[in-house]
């Protein structure tokens, strides 16, 4: 028949605890109460950390008044290292608008709490429910799409390429969309320019006529 594990409770635990401090021997006072030594160990290691709001069984944590302000200190100070964390991480998403964003949550449900990232990215969290439903409509998956096509071709032109000949690439893959358009998107997907590429490929370009872009 298997023996049945026995459960102190937290008297129990925080009296030895107390008193393997005040014999200033822990395994004699594990022997003295007949308990193993690792199991008074840890004891003590979460007395340690957690002081008179340790071994709260099932419920919350017994605080004083003072511990409670330092808990919730700590926590906040927490949430705040991981709400940087998080922008850190999602700082390339940003820029590329919500759709971007809403994914980058996605892929991070299992390592952040959604709540978290909700608040950190400032979020809706039922417009986000209401994203991973897929309850996007035709037009906002065709701005998604066009998005995409643009930072491609502003991508494979290495930087060079402005709103005209990118509105220019866009009709040849059937994106019949203006220029000021374009330069809408590049400026809320954060696509500049780069003078000093730019040049240089007009550069190549006089010095190779026959070459394509």
Not at 19 to 33: H, I, K, P, V
């Amino acid at each position: 028949m298997k023996n049945s594990r026995k459960t102190y409770d937290r008297d129990f635990k925080l009296k030895a605890v107390l008193l393997s401090y005040e014999n200033g021997s822990l395994a004699q006072t594990a022997r003295d109460l007949q308990i193993d030594k690792n199991l008074l160990f840890l004891w003590r290691k979460e007395f340690k950390k957690y002081g008179t709001g340790c071994f709260p069984g099932y419920g919350s944590l017994i605080l004083t008044s003072e511990e409670k302000k330092i808990y919730h200190l700590e926590k906040k100070i927490k949430d705040t290292d991981l709400k940087f964390e998080i922008m850190q991480q999602a700082r390339k998403y940003i820029c590329l608008g919500m759709p971007f964003i809403f994914q980058f949550m996605a892929e991070n449900e299992k390592k952040y709490s959604i709540r978290l990232l909700c608040r950190a990215l400032d979020v809706n969290r039922g417009t986000y429910r209401t994203w991973k439903r897929g309850l996007l409509t035709e037009t906002q998956k065709w701005r998604i799409n066009l998005k995409k096509e643009i930072s491609s071709i502003f991508s494979i032109s290495k930087e060079t390429y402005g709103c005209y000949r990118i509105a220019a690439e866009l009709q040849k893959s059937g994106y019949f969309v203006c220029h000021t358009t374009v330069l809408k998107h590049m400026r809320e997907l954060g696509l500049y320019v780069s003078i000093k590429k730019n040049t240089l490929a007009a550069r190549n370009q006089r010095n190779n006529p026959s070459r394509k872009d």
